[in-house]
């Protein structure tokens, strides 16, 4: 639906490009995968979910030994599914993420806004994740006293491939 609907307005969504001042256009594998996501969330069928991960994927970093299927059907972890659906929803932004290796991976991490500083967060930003429940006010403030978004974040490869879902800081590399 996200996919009909952007090419029902006229193409692929453009996501700013903060580093470079320029939009970046989103490709049309990582918005396919995010449709597909945001069904299976929506319909609550936490082994759904679960099969859409990429091998490697990272749910908790703090605690690697656990499947998201594990951590989608602990009771502690209610709610994520919803959570899942609401980040999916807003606009992506691009990171490029330094492997150990040397190598460098593009990232679509949602929301965007992950990627910056609070203090960088347009006031329209903070005001639509506020009214869609992003955040609240308690919880702004120690995104602005911590300075990052520590809320839960989605990424995924210019592939498609979702990669992580995770709760936290996203580090602030390069775009």
Same mark, same amino acid.
């Given at each position: 639906m996200l996919l009909a609907l952007a090419v029902a307005c006229g193409g692929?969504?453009?996501?700013p490009d903060t580093a470079s001042?320029?939009?970046?256009?989103?490709p049309r594998s990582?918005?396919?995968?995010?449709?597909t996501i945001v069904a299976a969330a929506g319909s609550g069928d936490q082994e759904r979910v679960a099969a859409l991960a990429h091998s490697g994927f990272e749910f908790d970093f703090?605690?690697?030994?656990?499947?998201? $299927?594990?951590h989608l059907m602990a009771g502690s972890q209610s709610g994520l599914l919803g959570r899942l659906e609401l980040?999916?929803?807003?606009s992506p932004g691009r990171r490029l993420s330094p492997y150990g290796n040397g190598t460098i991976q593009e990232l679509w991490i949602y929301p965007g806004l992950a990627l910056d500083a609070p203090e960088d967060w347009s006031g329209a930003m903070v005001s639509e994740a506020l009214?869609?429940?992003?955040?609240?006010?308690?919880? $702004?403030?120690?995104?602005?006293?911590?300075?990052?978004?520590?809320?839960y974040s989605a990424g995924l490869t210019?592939?498609?491939?979702?990669?992580?879902?995770?709760?936290?800081?996203?580090? $602030?590399?390069?775009?």
């Open positions: 692929v969504p453009d996501t001042g320029k939009a970046t256009e989103v990582v918005l396919e995968a995010v449709e703090s605690r690697p030994d656990l499947s998201l $299927l594990e980040i999916l929803g807003f009214e869609r429940g992003l955040f609240s006010r308690a919880e $702004l403030e120690e995104y602005r006293n911590e300075g990052a978004y520590l809320g210019p592939e498609g491939d979702w990669v992580f879902f995770t709760p936290g800081r996203v580090s $602030l590399t390069p775009r």
